[in-house]
């Protein structure tokens, strides 16, 4: 096993950073986590950041076994993920200790990686000969980084060649050194992108929002040190959209595995584990799966039982190297046995999955150590302190309800008038949608004999059973309607969502059914166009005669100005990931999503359309 790079070097560190190039089974994180436990100077925060080719649970229990640190070694073990080609993201010591797990190659992966690292650890493998390895350790590392690997011309060449100074050698081992500014040697490297760049070191950061969007960017902002208000102008927090007594989370197969499927798979994976450790804590859910009808799209209706198209489909996963234990094909058949009714329709089994209570998420985040709740806060605009250059939200009367100089905006349909005065937020290209759910209670359950599985069931619809505590019986919708501001719970929208669920579960309602019986709950949804959320550092409009505004991580930011708006349907798959990621922009520590999936939930990604087609 390779040394273990840190104690002594990461004292007075707020985040040590180690990037290891392949993954040997966890072996070498454990060893690293049990010295950071260990020693009384340790930083706050730990991220470790590996490569690996596969992942085996089998592996790392052999890997494991002899493991000085049985406790940590168990921990890990319990948290093996699924073998996807993601970016899989695990806390541990509640999130002080985060590992970053990007599975398969190091030439797939260096390039799509963003974070600065204090220690690099680059074993033998066949690819390390390769220049490009190299040149990559410049950009990913910090200055006064150490890299670690075996003695070798092309390993000490490539080392050089990217900045890094020989050392005095470890056990064999070549090492060497990036210097410090200042130090002889020292190389400046480019700058990161303009939209890449974290905020100016700061204490504090004010958040505006208290639904599902603000509350998760809220306690991971904590989490990284800072003291977060947040501001809610209704009594309580989760009083829109994440007021819904329950909401899905899951992921998606697209045969193209785009940005869309490559979101929403990372965002259920890191979700399934982060609800587990919620719910410890008072939040309201089940993580035990889902099962989610075989759509050509969320427009289409339930497929009818494919037959031999099954076969395609297992094809299909095998060729996205999504593994069983993360989605399956079923039957109709095996998916009846699942829900434990019979449906009408084959479906994909995701596996990190399941349904949460969205209040109790919210108030559990909201609870996090670090984070303050202001109500009747309402902000009818920001403003910039000429003196302090600090961010201000202010009230109808022009009071400063709160400021700090971090802001993000995170209040959904009012997220683009707060910002426009700012950036291009007036031209994002949104929609608002009405939503209403249908809520069967137990005693009309029982009356209409109305199915209730035993795991939720989805297919442009959704039903699932709510426990007793929560209302009992069905919960089933939701209606999708543009342009449309009634907030009254409406007859024909439960006659539509009871329909809905003749295609989920294979039950029609009767002919007269008293709809004044159920209960319902009106909400809207913004999100974009494009279908993928709205979260990072806010696009400036003062960008003339800049270059490489195609991309937007080259579009310049308005400093300290943040947002994560337009979740959608999907806020409390996204939520928890988003929050991480939007920490992460904010302090520059490891960035839990590739650069790719970065890029198309950017907020500056309309501005670099409109370059790219010359508008």
């Not at 980084?145 to 490539?158: H, I, S």
């Not at 999708?480 to 929208?493: L, T």
């Not at 959608?568 to 302090?587: H, K």
Request: aromatic share 6%; with cysteine; proline share 9%.
């Amino acid at each position: 096993m390779m040394p273990v790079l840190g104690p002594g070097a990461w004292t007075g560190s707020p985040c040590y950073v180690v990037l290891n190039t392949q993954w040997d089974d966890g072996a070498h994180f454990v060893a690293t986590w049990a010295a950071w436990r260990a020693d009384a100077k340790r930083p706050p925060r730990l991220v470790y950041v590996a490569v690996v080719d596969t992942v085996s649970r089998s592996a790392w229990h052999t890997a494991l076994a002899a493991s000085r640190s049985p406790e940590l070694a168990a921990q890990l073990l319990a948290a093996c993920p699924p073998a996807s080609p993601d970016l899989h993201l695990l806390h541990f010591e509640d999130g002080a200790v985060a590992l970053h797990l990007a599975v398969g190659s190091a030439s797939q992966w260096l390039p799509l990686l963003q974070l600065q690292a204090n220690a690099l650890i680059l074993p033998q493998r066949e690819e390390a000969a390769h220049s490009r390895l190299f040149s990559a350790c410049a950009r990913l590392s910090a200055p006064g980084a150490v890299a670690l690997t075996p003695d070798t011309p092309a390993a000490r060449q490539g080392l050089q060649t990217a900045g890094f100074l020989a050392q005095p050698p470890e056990t064999g081992l070549l090492r060497m050194q990036r210097p410090r500014p200042q130090e002889p040697g020292y190389r400046p490297l480019a700058p990161a992108p303009r939209g890449r760049r974290s905020a100016a070191p700061s204490q504090t950061a004010v958040v505006i929002g208290a639904g599902l969007a603000g509350a998760a960017a809220a306690q991971a902002l904590a989490r990284q040190g800072l003291r977060v208000t947040v501001l809610e102008q209704a009594p309580r927090p989760a009083q829109r959209a994440s007021g819904n007594v329950a909401g899905l989370f899951h992921s998606v197969v697209h045969a193209q595995d785009g940005a869309h499927a490559l979101l929403l798979r990372a965002a259920a994976l890191y979700a399934a584990t982060h609800y587990q450790g919620l719910m410890s804590v008072g939040a309201r859910g089940e993580v035990r799966g889902l099962l989610r009808g075989l759509l050509d799209d969320e427009a289409s209706a339930p497929l009818a039982t494919p037959g031999p198209t099954l076969t395609a489909l297992q094809a299909q996963l095998k060729r996205l190297g999504l593994p069983p234990d993360h989605v399956q094909v079923l039957d109709a058949a095996a998916a009846s046995a699942l829900a434990g009714t019979a449906l009408p329709m084959s479906a994909w089994h995701c596996l990190q999955a399941g349904w949460m209570n969205p209040p109790s998420v919210v108030q559990a985040w909201l609870a996090a150590p670090g984070v303050t709740l202001q109500t009747h806060a309402d902000v009818l605009a920001l403003r910039q302190d000429p003196h302090s250059h600090t961010w201000q939200a202010v009230d109808g009367q022009g009071h400063v309800l709160a400021e700090a100089p971090l802001m993000v905006v995170a209040s959904a349909q009012d997220s683009a008038r707060l910002l426009a005065p700012w950036s291009d937020a007036a031209t994002w290209p949104l929609e608002n949608t009405r939503g209403q759910i249908t809520h069967i209670p137990p005693a009309q359950c029982a009356a209409w004999q109305v199915p209730r599985p035993g795991m939720p069931v989805a297919s442009g619809a959704y039903a699932l059973g709510l426990p007793e505590d929560l209302g009992g019986g069905v919960l089933c919708g939701a209606t999708k309607q543009w342009d449309d501001a009634d907030p009254c719970v409406r007859a024909d929208d439960h006659h539509h969502n009871l329909g809905q669920l003749h295609g989920l579960l294979g039950w029609a309602a009767p002919a007269n059914a008293d709809l004044a019986a159920l209960g319902g709950r009106v909400a809207w949804r913004l999100a974009t166009t494009d279908r993928l959320p709205v979260v990072g550092a806010v696009a400036a409009t003062d960008w003339a005669g800049l270059r490489q505004l195609e991309q937007p991580r080259h579009v310049p930011r308005v400093a300290g100005l943040y947002v994560c708006t337009a979740l959608g349907a999907r806020g409390l798959t996204v939520a928890p990931l988003l929050g991480e990621v939007l920490a992460a922009w904010v302090t520059g520590s490891p960035m839990p999503l590739p650069s790719r999936v970065l890029d198309a939930i950017d907020p500056a990604r309309f501005i670099a359309r409109a370059q790219r087609q010359g508008v």
